[in-house]
């Protein structure tokens, strides 16, 4: 499990930024084809919680991260604090991104260029998230 999302002992009851920033990241990919579900929200909260969300405060994550996420009309408002993570981690997101994405066995182009573009947001080699992509293709056939 990874641990960047946990809190400091001195920390006050406010989530992490970057916690909300990829929850909103995430609900931007599963918003983006107009059909935002709840085997979507399922998606997103297993990943926040395999990154190291507490699972007792995830509602509230996602609440916060849905309005942010709502207010907000660009991806790089997300994607700026989460870009420094480590690779591990963004492999999680990136592979949670894939899942939201072939929920609906299909990939539209608007979820494709999605993916184009927060291949280059995050620093990431197209060839590792096309490797992510066929990974999840595969599971989802």
Known sequence: ???????????KENH???????????????K????????E??????ALIEM???SDGIDEIMFN????????????DFTREIKNINEEDKKIIIEA???IIYSDADADMYETNLMRRLSGLLYLDPK???DIKEKVRQKKI
């Open 41 to 46: 929200k399922k998606i997103i909260k297993d």
């Open 97 to 99: 991104l894939w899942d």
């Open 52 to 54: 190291g969300a507490e």
């Open 16 to 30: 992490h930024p970057s916690i909300i920033a990829v929850a909103c990241l995430l609900i931007h990919s599963a």
């Open 128 to 130: 590792f998230v096309g």
């Open 65 to 76: 991260a849905e309005e942010k996420e709502k207010d907000s009309n660009q991806i790089i």
């Open 1 to 11: 499990m990874f641990n960047i999302f946990k809190k400091d002992v001195n920390e």
């Open 32 to 39: 983006i084809d107009e059909n935002y579900t709840d085997k």
